[in-house]
């Protein structure tokens, strides 16, 4: 088995651990309080709340072996196999809600695991290198920074659906950057522990991590989930798979012939992500409090 297979494995796992944990964390931020809350003081409602901290402990499972598989494989091809994640969580989803997936859900599904299939076998990602330089980053920072700023500014003046799109958004962006730095520091581990605290990215990754957790609640709470999980669901692998490409130098290698199919591929992943977030979303949201 080459690296790319145990990397896919790895990613898959990973991906039905960070949906259980989606699941629980969805059910937690809608539950904890009926009253209007700031950003920071849902987060530490959360933090007193228990079954948040199981799905914390249950996606920190899959977030352990998403870093494995990007040990072994690129960010391109983790990011996309971890979009199968609401492939998982659908049925979890459907369970504890007592309700049925329905044959259009499915259907969805399997758009997305064909979509997801085609992307891994007719793209054949590549990986690049584990690290960027500190001009890449700052570069990175100067565009994307200000987006987010942006959205957050947009959140607070915009409510509903239009708030919790943003937030999203910014969850997301945030997790994409995590996955591209998360392959620098495994990349460290193997130079010993203090090389590894002496690790710039090390600060900066569990930095993002927080603030992509605490964004993701604030984005539940803000509107329906149907607006925030699809939203944060497709954002996450594009802009992970896009900081690939500029940052990390990694490439896709669909052939002269494969491009189009490829440029499918991603269409349909993205719409049936959508779609099935939005199912899912619709689902936890008929739950009592």
Avoid at 256 to 261: F, I, Q, S
Wanted: aromatic fraction near 8%.
């Amino acid at each position: 088995m080459d690296k790319a297979d145990i990397a896919a494995l790895l990613a898959v796992g990973a991906a039905f651990f960070i949906a259980i944990g989606d699941v629980i964390h969805q059910r937690s931020a809608q539950e904890v309080t009926d009253e209007p809350v700031s950003h920071v003081d849902l987060f530490l409602r959360l933090l007193r709340d228990r079954q948040w901290w199981l799905g914390s402990i249950v996606a920190a499972v899959g977030f352990g072996l998403q870093a494995a598989a990007l040990g072994f494989g690129s960010v391109l091809l983790v990011q996309a196999l971890l979009v199968t994640s609401l492939l998982f969580a659908l049925p979890i989803n459907a369970r504890l809600s007592h309700r049925r997936v329905t044959r259009w859900e499915w259907t969805w599904a399997a758009l997305l695991a064909a979509a997801v299939a085609v992307i891994v076998t007719v793209g054949n990602p590549t990986e690049g290198h584990s690290r960027a330089s500190l001009e890449t980053w700052t570069v990175v920072i100067a565009l994307l920074g200000p987006a987010l700023v942006l959205c957050v500014v947009g959140a607070r003046i915009w409510s509903g659906p239009v708030s919790a799109v943003l937030l999203a958004l910014v969850s997301g962006a945030l997790w994409g950057v995590f996955a591209v730095l998360t392959k620098g520091v495994v990349d460290r581990l193997d130079d010993g522990l203090w090389a590894l605290l002496r690790t710039p990215e090390l600060y900066v990754w569990a930095l993002v991590g927080v603030a992509g957790t605490a964004w993701q609640q604030s984005s539940f709470r803000a509107g329906a989930l149907t607006a925030s999980l699809p939203t944060m669901t497709v954002a996450e692998p594009v802009v992970g798979s896009v900081l690939g490409i500029v940052v990390l130098g990694e490439t896709l290698r669909p052939g002269d012939a494969g491009w189009l199919t490829l440029i499918v591929a991603v269409a349909v992943m993205v719409v049936a992500t959508a779609a099935l977030a939005r199912g899912e979303a619709a689902g936890a949201t008929k739950q009592p409090a």
